[in-house]
């Protein structure tokens, strides 16, 4: 890891306290992402955002800023370390990207995973918002999806036409 070079750190923070370390982040002008949906609260009372994600953020910073937000600038949150490696815990900018818009892209059809999938063919999109996007097909009755993954345990998944797909 480049001491000068920003990556995606992840962050664990306390269970509910996801979109309060995202708005502090913002308000420290810190690039950051809580996957979030919007879903029609109790009782009528309007919209109301939640995280996909219990207890993780990301921000992209290096590695010396990430360390100073988490001692020094009031964000109640730790930076996860890897158990392989016993290092800070990064995603790569093309992997955050892809995920950011599959699930940008696949608020009905799509979301989050809750478990691993069987290895697919490696594909790319070749058409439409997620042009550019690489990960595995999935087929479901008949419809076939782009899954792309976090760390090898986060996994998103979006609609996509099979013609729009091809093989890597």
């Known amino acids: 890891m480049a001491e000068q070079r920003s990556y995606w750190f992840v962050a664990k923070t306390r269970h509910g ?4 370390v995202r708005n502090r982040l913002t308000e420290l002008g810190v690039e950051n992402f809580v ?15 939640e995280p996909l994600l219990t207890s993780f953020v990301f921000l992209r910073a290096c590695r010396q800023e990430a360390l100073n ?14 158990c392989a490696t016993h290092q800070l815990m990064f995603v790569s900018d ?11 892209a696949s608020v009905e059809e799509g979301g989050l995973i809750d478990k691993p999938l069987a290895v697919g063919e ?3 999109v070749i058409e439409g918002v997620l042009k550019g996007v690489e990960g595995n097909v999935l087929e479901i ?5 782009v899954v792309v993954s976090l760390l090898n345990c986060l996994f998103a998944r979006a609609r ?3 013609a729009w797909l091809e093989k890597v």
């Open 94 to 104: 093309k992997c955050m990207e892809d995920f950011r818009r599959v699930l940008e």
């Open 35 to 49: 996957p979030t949906r919007r879903r029609r609260a109790s009782r009528g009372k309007g919209m109301v955002e």
């Open 122 to 124: 490696r594909v790319r």
């Open 141 to 145: 009755q008949g419809r076939f999806y």
């Open 69 to 82: 937000l988490i001692h020094c600038c009031g964000v109640k949150a730790d930076l996860v370390n890897d």
């Open 17 to 20: 306290a996801e979109l309060g």
């Open 160 to 162: 996509v036409p099979r």
